[in-house]
Structure formats: C-alpha cells, structure tokens
C-alpha cells in the first residue's frame, strides 16, 4: 500500500484531505513513484557502483609499471596509493554540507563530473597528471561513497538492504573487472598511462547514466529549506563512534590490501599479470561473499556471528600470506576477499542508523571522513615500511594487529542497541 501524509495537526478529522503541493509520485523514498523513476534509479545506482573502485583498483595493478615508465621515486609511490582515503576523507567532509545546498542528487550528480575528469585526466603521461588526476577523481569518489547511503535511504527507503547489496556487489564487480583487465589493456595500449586514463569512460557512461534521476529530482522534489544535521555532535554519541571506529578500521585494511597488494606479490617473486589475477580473485571473492553476509547478518540474532566471521576471515587470510609461499597466493587471496564482505554490512548500518535521510548522510559524512582520514596511513606506511625494511613481514603484522581489533569492535558494534537498529530491516 503506498505511503499517505498524515493529516495537518489542527485539521478536522471528517475534513477531505489537501492536495499536496508536489505529488506523492515524485517525493523520494515513497512507493508511488513512477516506474520509469524507479527504473533510472536502479541503473543510475548499477553505474555508479561499478566506478566507485575501479579508478582505485586501476592504478593499484599498475602501479609497478606506471613507476616504471613516468619515472617517479619512492615518496612519489608511497603518496599515490594514499591519495584516495586522504581525498575520502577531505572531500567527504564537505559532503553534508554540500548534499543540504545541492541536494543528495545534484551533489551526486557534480561528484561525477569530478570523477570522469580526474580519471580521463589520468591518461596523460605525466606524473603531475597522475597525482592531479587522481586527487580530482577521488574527490569525486569522496562525495558518492558519503552521499550513496542517503540516496539509498531517500529512493529505496522500503529496500534498503536489498539496493545496498546491489551498489556494493556492483562496486566490488568493477573493481574486480577492472583489476584484471587493467594489465592486458596496458600492454594492448602501449601505455598503462592509457590504461587508467581509459577507466574514464565508464565514469562519463555514470554520469550520463546518472542525469535523468537529478532531472526529475529537480523538477519535482518539493522546495523547502534544506535541513542539515551536523555530524561531529554525532561522534560523541556510542552509534556515531561505534560506526566510526568499524569503519576506519575495515577502511584501513581494505585500501592497505587494495593500494599494495598485486605490488606485493610482484615483489615477491610473482609476475604481473598472475598478481593482477590474484589481486582480481581477492576482489571477486568479494563479491559474493557481501551478498551472503548481507543476507545472514539480516536474520534475527545473526548480525553478531556474522561479524564475527567475515572479521575472523581476514584475520586467518594475513596471517597465511605471511607464512605461504607467494605460489599459493590464491588461498590467502580468497579469504582477504572475503573479509572485504564487511563494507556491505558496514554501510547498511549506516543507512539505517539515521533518524531521517539529514542525519544518515551526517552519520555517513561523519564515519568515512574520520575513516579515511585515518585509513590514508595504511597504504601510506605500507609503502613506507615496505622502503624502509625492504620487505612485507613488518606491514603484514601491523595489519594482523588491525584485524584482531577489528573482531573486539564487530563485538561492540552488535551489541543490542545497535542489533535492533539494524538487524529488522
């Protein structure tokens, strides 16, 4: 049954209900929305799930050779890989605010613009390029990865879980396509420059793909003042730091592991394009394995195990890629990829946490700006570390630390206030 306003407080109860000013049909997040929006809606959501990684995913499987032929040196390699979560967590901070003057969907909208640019960008072959292309690009990225929750809870308000699955699965899917088609596409190039610069193009069909959702948001969402909730007052209640804390810490592991680890294994003795394919396995295994965590994490009682296991997960999937021999890389691989199925549970968390779609983008802003702020020093003192020690043992442990703190905060977050915020939806 579709949703009805509810009557004005001093109104009659006999009295025949006012015609709304703006159609039910075109209000976000209601059931009477016509097909044709609902349609745009879910390929706009398709599209841009598939570039939120891939321009990160990209460069990482090309980072030896980029290195290679732009002849940059070792700080230079250290900061490319931290680009993304600095530019997460700079440019996501501005998102609340930009998302209360634009709207959810023209700020999605100008995000990107920013994206497709800053990748085409990449595609000169120039280290200046590549940094100024990357840090536009991820800015981009910044205020989709902070604005999609809302989004999601705005258009999808009744199917929250179900879209969130389908905007990580998509996500996890361009970036596992991406990682290993990058390097073939390179040597079919000539140049790994045009390789990520070629990642572009699925942004610009993004973009395109995105327009007819922001035309019909503009012409028919009621105008009324924008409400804003700040996030920072949220970090101090148990549910913003609760989610704030998961977050930075899956983000940490996951951009250390997605910045460094088709290098590492190339340092290791593998080639490339067999640690291009790993590094392509790892993503894949994610794919499904957000889906069933999805689905198991939403039962009644099960939120908790199923943190427990995809944290579990990660922790056994490093310490194997410590002590295996870089020839079986695929097992340590797959269980990494499945520890990276916690970002989906992450985020359907945080589009059901708010009270209303201002503080769910506040939560958001709040949990991914602080974590990718703090996030930027996994890939950052990886290749650090890495240059210093020459070798993987010291990153690899301080990662393992990471991971074992994560399973004491999956313990926390699944507590049962947070359980009956999430787990009935």
């Given at each position: 049954?579709?949703?009805?306003?509810?009557?004005?407080?001093n109104?009659?109860a006999?009295?025949?209900?006012?015609?709304?000013?703006?159609p039910?049909?075109?209000?976000?997040?209601t059931?009477?929305?016509?097909?044709?929006?609902?349609?745009?809606?879910?390929?706009?959501?398709?599209?841009?799930?598939?570039?939120?990684?891939?321009?990160?995913?990209?460069?990482?499987?090309?980072?030896?050779?980029?290195?290679?032929?732009?002849?940059?040196g070792?700080?230079?390699?250290?900061?490319?890989?931290?680009?993304?979560?600095?530019?997460?967590?700079?440019?996501?901070?501005?998102?609340?605010?930009?998302?209360?003057?634009?709207?959810?969907?023209?700020?999605?909208?100008?995000?990107?613009?920013?994206?497709?640019?800053?990748?085409?960008?990449?595609?000169?072959?120039?280290?200046?390029?590549?940094?100024?292309?990357?840090?536009?690009?991820?800015?981009?990225?910044?205020?989709?990865?902070?604005?999609?929750?809302?989004?999601?809870?705005?258009?999808?308000?009744?199917?929250?879980?179900?879209?969130?699955?389908?905007?990580?699965?998509?996500?996890?899917?361009?970036a596992?396509?991406?990682?290993?088609?990058?390097?073939?596409?390179?040597?079919?190039?000539?140049?790994?420059?045009?390789?990520?610069?070629?990642?572009?193009?699925?942004?610009?069909?993004?973009?395109?793909?995105?327009?007819?959702?922001?035309?019909?948001?503009?012409?028919?969402?009621?105008?009324?003042?924008?409400?804003?909730?700040?996030?920072?007052?949220?970090?101090?209640?148990?549910?913003?730091?609760?989610?704030?804390?998961?977050?930075?810490?899956?983000?940490?592991?996951?951009?250390?592991?997605?910045?460094?680890?088709?290098?590492?294994?190339?340092?290791?003795?593998?080639?490339?394009?067999?640690?291009?394919l790993?590094?392509?396995?790892?993503?894949?295994?994610?794919?499904?394995?957000?889906?069933?965590?999805?689905?198991?994490?939403?039962?009644?009682?099960?939120?908790?195990?199923?943190?427990?296991?995809?944290?579990v997960?990660?922790?056994?999937?490093?310490?194997?890629?410590?002590?295996l021999?870089?020839?079986?890389a695929?097992?340590?691989?797959a269980?990494l990829?499945?520890?990276?199925?916690?970002?989906?549970l992450?985020?359907?968390?945080?589009?059901?946490?708010?009270?209303?779609?201002?503080?769910?983008?506040?939560?958001?802003?709040?949990?991914?700006?602080?974590?990718?702020?703090?996030?930027?020093?996994g890939?950052?003192?990886?290749?650090?570390?890495?240059?210093?020690?020459?070798?993987?043992?010291?990153?690899?442990?301080?990662?393992?630390?990471?991971?074992?703190?994560?399973?004491?905060?999956?313990?926390?977050?699944?507590?049962?206030?947070?359980?009956?915020?999430?787990?009935?939806?």
């Amino acid at each position: 049954m579709p949703e009805s306003y509810p009557p004005a407080a001093n109104a009659p109860a006999a009295a025949a209900p006012a015609t709304p000013a703006v159609p039910a049909a075109a209000l976000p997040g209601t059931g009477t929305k016509p097909r044709s929006a609902v349609v745009f809606g879910v390929i706009a959501l398709v599209l841009i799930g598939l570039n939120l990684r891939a321009g990160i995913t990209g460069a990482s499987a090309l980072l030896h050779d980029l290195q290679a032929v732009l002849g940059y040196g070792a700080l230079v390699a250290a900061v490319i890989p931290s680009i993304p979560t600095l530019c997460f967590a700079l440019a996501g901070a501005g998102t609340s605010w930009l998302t209360g003057r634009l709207g959810v969907e023209k700020a999605i909208l100008v995000a990107l613009a920013m994206l497709a640019s800053g990748l085409l960008l990449r595609g000169i072959p120039a280290t200046g390029m590549l940094v100024a292309g990357s840090v536009l690009g991820m800015s981009g990225l910044a205020v989709c990865n902070v604005a999609m929750p809302s989004f999601i809870r705005e258009h999808f308000a009744h199917r929250t879980s179900l879209m969130t699955a389908v905007y990580t699965v998509t996500m996890t899917t361009g970036a596992t396509v991406t990682a290993v088609a990058v390097v073939p596409l390179a040597h079919a190039l000539g140049s790994p420059s045009a390789a990520v610069g070629a990642i572009g193009i699925t942004a610009v069909a993004a973009l395109l793909g995105f327009l007819p959702v922001a035309l019909h948001a503009h012409r028919n969402s009621p105008r009324r003042p924008a409400v804003r909730v700040s996030p920072w007052p949220l970090l101090r209640t148990r549910k913003g730091l609760l989610l704030t804390v998961i977050f930075t810490l899956q983000a940490l592991l996951a951009y250390a592991l997605l910045s460094w680890f088709p290098y590492m294994l190339t340092t290791m003795g593998m080639s490339a394009s067999d640690s291009g394919l790993m590094f392509g396995l790892m993503q894949l295994v994610s794919v499904p394995a957000g889906m069933v965590l999805i689905a198991i994490g939403s039962r009644p009682r099960m939120l908790r195990p199923t943190f427990y296991l995809v944290s579990v997960t990660m922790v056994a999937g490093l310490v194997l890629l410590l002590v295996l021999p870089v020839g079986l890389a695929a097992v340590p691989a797959a269980l990494l990829g499945f520890g990276l199925g916690i970002f989906p549970l992450v985020m359907v968390m945080i589009s059901r946490s708010g009270a209303s779609t201002a503080e769910t983008t506040a939560l958001s802003t709040l949990a991914q700006s602080t974590g990718y702020l703090l996030a930027t020093a996994g890939p950052f003192g990886m290749g650090l570390l890495h240059s210093a020690t020459g070798g993987w043992t010291l990153p690899l442990l301080l990662l393992l630390g990471l991971a074992l703190a994560q399973i004491v905060v999956a313990h926390l977050i699944t507590g049962r206030a947070m359980t009956n915020a999430v787990g009935r939806k």
